[in-house]
């Protein structure tokens, strides 16, 4: 059987087995501008999650054998869409994600990474689909037999397989002290660190998470925005801020800005996420 946990939608842990939703927990957020705009979503229940993942998973197979996993550049500015413009320029060679079915992978071309990241994000748990393994390659996938999650084990890999520049995503604080090492061990490669998934993230994690970081995006995370409000070198974006820790970082953002035409006009009163946790 096939199973796969993700977290979604105003925090939602939503269990899909064999391409059904079988269980959606009540949402942490109540409102998410993303989906308001996109969906025309004004209100996150348990009812209106079930039936945006059921439609994911038949729109383009979410988390079955049908996943649709190339996407083209639609020139949004999220944490994909930048790094699929620094493959695009030869800034990175690699982006270690997580794709449903198949957990920890390598992956090298944009259209690969918008196809993953773009679609779905927070993935807890998931198990191995057997038609996605020779898409991605067996041989850029961390552990194929149990679609384990590793992202340090990831960055590792993408070592081993002589990736010099090479972008990671991570949501957890626990990676961070493996990334600093990973980087002291190999001062020849370059890894850049994308915090993603950070609503509901305490303190302490936030702050963990945004010292590792490059790039990291506000979510509904009350921490994660106090810290990148006060700190972040460049910060693009209202509703859902992306922030910058390092000079790469910002150099990241801009040249995505150069890449779509510019930052909007700022809004007087953005829509948030609500409440932020």
């Known amino acids: 059987m096939s199973e796969h946990i993700i977290e979604a939608l105003g925090l939602s842990k939503i269990t899909i087995k064999d391409g059904k939703v079988v269980d959606v927990t009540e949402p942490e957020v109540e409102y998410c501008p993303l989906f308001d705009h996109h969906r025309g979503i004004k209100k996150l229940t348990k009812e209106v999650i079930a039936e945006n993942i059921q439609f994911r998973i038949d729109d383009f197979g979410m988390c079955t054998a049908n996943r649709q996993l190339r996407m083209k550049d639609f020139l ?21 994600m997580v794709l449903e079915g198949c957990g920890t992978v390598i992956v090298t071309e944009p259209e690969l990474v918008q196809g993953i990241g773009g679609r779905v994000s927070g993935l807890v748990k998931t198990s191995p689909i057997p038609e ?142 609500y409440p932020l946790i």
Not at 77 to 92: A, K, Q, R, W, Y
């Open 76 to 96: 949004n500015f999220g944490i994909s869409e930048i790094m699929c413009t620094l493959l695009d320029e030869n800034v990175i060679d690699s982006v270690v």
């Open 132 to 273: 996605l393994i020779p898409k991605i390659g067996e041989e850029n996938i961390l552990d194929p037999e149990n679609a384990g999650i590793n992202q340090i084990e990831g960055i590792e890999l993408a070592i081993k397989k002589g990736f010099k520049n090479i972008a990671v995503t991570i949501t957890l604080a626990s990676d961070a002290d493996g990334i600093k090492k990973l980087k002291e061990e190999n001062p020849d490669v370059n890894i850049y660190v994308f915090v993603v998934h950070t609503s509901k993230r305490s303190a302490e994690d936030a702050r963990k998470l945004f010292d590792v970081c490059d790039v990291a995006t506000g979510c509904a995370s009350k921490n994660m925005r106090e810290i990148g409000y006060n700190e972040s070198l460049k910060t693009v974006g209202q509703s859902i801020p992306i922030f910058s820790k390092t000079e790469d970082g910002k150099r990241f953002l801009e040249m995505r800005l150069e890449k779509i035409g510019g930052e909007k006009p700022k809004k007087d009163n953005p829509d948030l996420p």
